[in-house]
């Protein structure tokens, strides 16, 4: 029971910062059946690049954003209630792979200055869930417990990113 609640806590931070997308997903950089951790392929710096407009790098993140947040809500439903590993690591996979083609979007948004160096942060605490996601497999069902509170304290700070990305877009918190 307690691992359950456990669970539902993690559930609900693990929105990772990137909800309210109303548009569609970039296509995906992971190979479907792809073994191994799912992670971004670069990390964004906050060098500026070629400087896209704030509404054109809003438009992005909630562009990809809309396929880490249909992920999050398959996530959700897959494992509530789940009280064994085997129950949540194929759905971690696939959230995983959601989360990391979400990054690779963020990474590729051409934003600058102070925006690129939130992204990078967003993308650093998304690594970590990615990261607590993948090793889902790993874990025993006497501790799933544990592995759900690590896996919700590394989501709320992804979402504290998230949300950091938000304001400088000047999108709503979610």
């Known amino acids: 029971m307690?691992?359950?609640?456990?669970?539902?806590m993690g559930l609900s931070l693990l929105a990772v910062g990137?909800?309210?997308a109303t548009t569609t997903a970039?296509?995906?950089?992971t190979a479907p059946g792809a073994t191994g951790p799912a992670v971004p392929t670069a990390v964004p710096t906050a060098v500026p690049t070629a400087g896209a407009s704030a509404s054109s790098v809003a438009h992005?993140?909630?562009?990809?954003?809309?396929?880490a947040d249909a992920a999050y809500l398959r996530w959700r439903a897959s494992v509530t209630g789940a009280t064994k590993v085997s129950q949540v690591t194929g759905p971690a996979a696939t959230y995983a792979a959601a989360m990391t083609k979400f990054d690779n979007a963020m990474v590729?948004?051409?934003a600058t200055g102070k925006v690129a160096t939130?992204?990078?942060?967003?993308?650093?605490?998304d690594q970590v869930v990615i990261g607590d996601?993948?090793?889902?497999?790993s874990q025993t069902d006497s501790g799933l417990s544990k592995w759900a509170a690590q896996l919700s304290a590394d989501g709320?700070?992804?979402i504290q990113a998230g949300q950091v990305v938000r304001a400088d877009l000047g999108l709503p918190p979610v």
């Open 18 to 20: 990137c909800s309210g």
């Open 133 to 137: 996601l993948n090793s889902a497999s």
């Open 156 to 158: 709320a700070k992804a």
């Open 26 to 29: 970039n296509p995906s950089t």
């Open 2 to 8: 307690k691992a359950r609640r456990i669970i539902m």
């Open 60 to 67: 992005q993140y909630q562009t990809a954003a809309i396929g």
């Open 108 to 110: 590729g948004l051409g």
């Open 118 to 125: 939130d992204i990078a942060a967003l993308v650093r605490a």
